[in-house]
């Protein structure tokens, strides 16, 4: 039985909608949705993870079936403070992150802020600041989605995420996706406030204070955050680990979710093992 959508409502007044699944008696793991997605985006790797674990999914705002506020833009420091309230609500402690671009922003937005309250994180595709290329390319995106909508705005962002031989076998299957995801019975401002949240977002100089053990993942064929700006990252955070997924795009769990539960297994399993020893 699938589960029933849920909601918490933040001091704010904004509410998140979010589902919690898995074994009870796991450890915690929270997936943190990419930009312009919603909890469905994890469909392939739940059933890998949901045996072991105890797993959030939750909508930032502007996502899914949260609330869209009017006023804008949703800086990612805003998504990772809302989020980490969020856990707070829940009575959630010490979960593991797994993040998926935007998601790994605001993974690396708790992890350095709050530096002790994670045993570990496992993000793909990040990178530590927006830089003036990908705020050229973000813009853009939003222009598409304001002047055309969701099929123009998915065109134009279409050929930067996705692994080639994985987006051609599956096209017409991701853009109607993208349409359900950020179409018309969803307010536009929320994905317009998404995108232009991120610009300017730059986590460099607090990269440092992350203290828990970090996979940085990165697909070979990623053009929208590639593996040298993936590896920027790693090279600020003392300890992480950085490899290159061959024949991968932007969105590992999507495009491989066998793949992708199996190094979130393996590397949950490793670093818990070190932790334990230490």
Wanted: glycine share 10%; proline share 7%; hydrophobic share 40%.
């Amino acid at each position: 039985m699938r589960p029933q959508p849920t909601f918490a409502t933040l001091a704010s007044g904004v509410k998140l909608h979010y589902r919690i699944q898995g074994n009870p008696e796991g450890p915690w793991l929270v997936l943190l949705n990419g930009l312009l997605s919603d909890t469905t985006m994890w469909a392939g790797v739940l059933p890998g993870l949901s045996d072991r674990f105890r797993i959030l999914t939750f909508d930032s705002r502007g996502q899914g079936r949260s609330d869209a506020p009017q006023e804008g833009p949703y800086a990612t420091a805003l998504l990772a403070a809302e989020a980490w309230e969020l856990f707070q609500v829940l009575g959630i402690s010490r979960p593991w992150l797994i993040g998926l671009s935007n998601g790994s922003g605001m993974s690396l937005e708790l992890l350095s802020t709050h530096p002790e309250a994670f045993p570990g994180a496992v993000l793909t595709s990040v990178m530590p600041h927006f830089d003036f290329a990908i705020s050229l390319k973000a813009e853009h995106w939003a222009r598409c989605l304001e002047v055309g909508g969701p099929l123009m705005q998915f065109d134009a962002v279409a050929p930067y995420l996705w692994g080639d031989r994985f987006l051609e076998a599956r096209h017409g299957v991701l853009r109607a996706y993208h349409q359900v995801v950020t179409g018309a019975d969803r307010p536009q401002h929320g994905n317009l406030h998404q995108i232009r949240g991120t610009l300017g977002w730059d986590i460099r100089d607090r990269l440092e204070r992350i203290q828990a053990p970090v996979l940085l993942l990165s697909g070979a064929e990623d053009l929208l955050t590639p593996p040298w700006k993936c590896l920027q990252a790693a090279k600020g955070i003392k300890g992480s680990r950085f490899e290159v997924v061959p024949g991968i795009g932007h969105a590992y769990p999507v495009e491989d979710p066998k793949g992708f539960v199996g190094r979130v297994r393996e590397f949950i399993s490793e670093a818990g093992t070190s932790l334990a020893n230490r």
